[in-house]
């Protein structure tokens, strides 16, 4: 549906059922889950984990350099917040996908542009969870982020080498064994700053991966954008 469309007509906040002009949070909610981000907490630059006032750097990125150079996450994910997520990738509510990410854009705002000429790259989906959803959750939010960022959009620059046993209910460390050479690169990336789009960052693993692929395709750099941080 349309954006213009979308915000003539009325619709219900999706967490507390205010009645809002388009698929958006009404300005109560935004404004809570906005104020939770980095002005209230201090978060890694790397890797958008919160840290303890006056903490430089989380250990985990000091103890193991990651291949992506930043992270901007809108949110932890903790409540209220969460629950966006669950609407959008076990409910199937693809209206939640803008709404991330409006508060996506609304997180880079707040933490210093991108690099110019920046490249939104979708974490492609498996293939068990494309049949699971019948939709990708990370190229859905991308698709709206572009729109809010005025930013160009490629698919299927990063293409799966091999399908990665399900990463929930797995430790750390395993998730971290399972994401090394996940992905390859389809070009068209030379010279170019890339920002990966995914839904949630976890260890971190997922996205390394990712930029592992995207730097030795030869990409300028690479930012990582998510709605949502584990913390
Ligand atoms: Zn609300
Ligand atoms: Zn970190």
Redesign the pocket.
Same mark, same amino acid.
């Given at each position: 549906m349309g954006r213009l469309l979308l915000s003539r007509i009325g619709c219900d /906040? $999706? @967490? /507390? %059922?205010?009645r809002?002009a388009g698929a958006r @949070? *009404? $300005? %109560? *909610?935004?404004a809570?889950i906005l104020a939770a981000g980095p002005d209230a907490r201090p978060r890694c630059p790397r890797c958008a984990l919160s840290l303890p006032r006056g903490a430089p750097c989380c250990a985990a990125c000091l103890g193991a350099p990651r291949s992506f150079a930043r992270t901007v996450a809108a949110f932890d994910y903790a409540p209220p917040a969460d629950a966006l997520i669950l609407m959008l990738k076990a409910r199937l509510r693809l209206g939640m996908a803008p709404v991330l990410a409006r508060l996506m854009a609304a997180a880079v705002a707040r933490d210093g542009p991108l690099p110019a000429g920046v490249l939104l790259v979708p974490i492609p989906a498996s293939r068990a969870s494309l049949r699971r959803r019948g939709m990708n959750p990370a190229a859905e939010i991308a698709r709206g982020l572009a729109a809010e960022l005025v930013l160009p959009l490629a698919r299927g620059v990063l293409l799966r080498r091999r399908e990665a046993p399900r990463q929930t209910g797995r430790s750390r460390r395993a998730r971290r064994r399972g994401a090394v050479g996940l992905f390859a690169c389809g070009g068209g990336v030379s010279g170019r700053h890339v920002a990966v789009v995914d839904d949630v960052m976890t260890t971190g693993s997922t996205a390394d991966a990712a930029a592992v692929a995207l730097l030795a395709a030869g990409a300028a750099s690479v930012t990582v954008l998510v709605a949502a941080r584990t913390p």
């Open positions: /906040c $999706p @967490l /507390c %059922g205010a809002v @949070l *009404c $300005p %109560g *909610c935004e809570d």
